[in-house]
Nanobody, 127 residues
Framework: QVQLVESGGGLVQPGGSLRLSCAAS????????MAWFRQDAGKEREFVAA????????DYAVSVKGRFTISRDNAKNTVYLQMNSLRPEDTAVYLC????????????????????WGKGTLVTVSS
């Protein structure tokens, strides 16, 4: 069966960095557009970043552009999210998602129509 397993979350001070990973199995990873979303308690799930199945196109939420970088390694069936200059408002559960051959720029609008979701990893930014 398909599994998306996130890792790399934790507690970090404001201004710090974390790298999240999402390992995929049970699907043809090289044909999946991948995205990161985040959700804080009591709030809607929010788009963070996406990368196309070929890795040649990315998209970011305005709130993270210039601070976060999404990348993928199709040989390892893994997508990454490098998060720098973290802020307290970045605190959330970060979830990985996959959708078959979708443009990266469309992933945010298709939040409710992903093919697969991981269970998430908690990122807490606090001093």
């Amino acid at each position: 069966q398909v599994q998306l397993v996130e890792s790399g979350g934790g507690l970090v001070q404001p201004g710090g960095s974390l790298r999240l990973s999402c390992a995929a199995s049970g699907l043809t990873f090289s044909k999946q557009t991948m995205a990161w979303f985040r959700q804080d308690a009591g709030k809607e799930r929010e788009f963070v970043a996406a990368i196309s199945w070929l890795g040649d196109s990315t998209d970011y939420a305005v709130s993270v552009k210039g601070r976060f970088t999404i990348s993928r390694d199709n040989a390892k069936n893994t997508v990454y999210l490098q998060m720098n200059s973290l802020r307290p408002e970045d605190t959330a559960v970060y979830l990985c998602s996959a959708r078959y051959r979708t443009t990266a720029q469309a992933m945010g609008a298709l939040r409710g129509d992903m093919d697969y979701w991981g269970k998430g990893t908690l990122v807490t930014v606090s001093s």
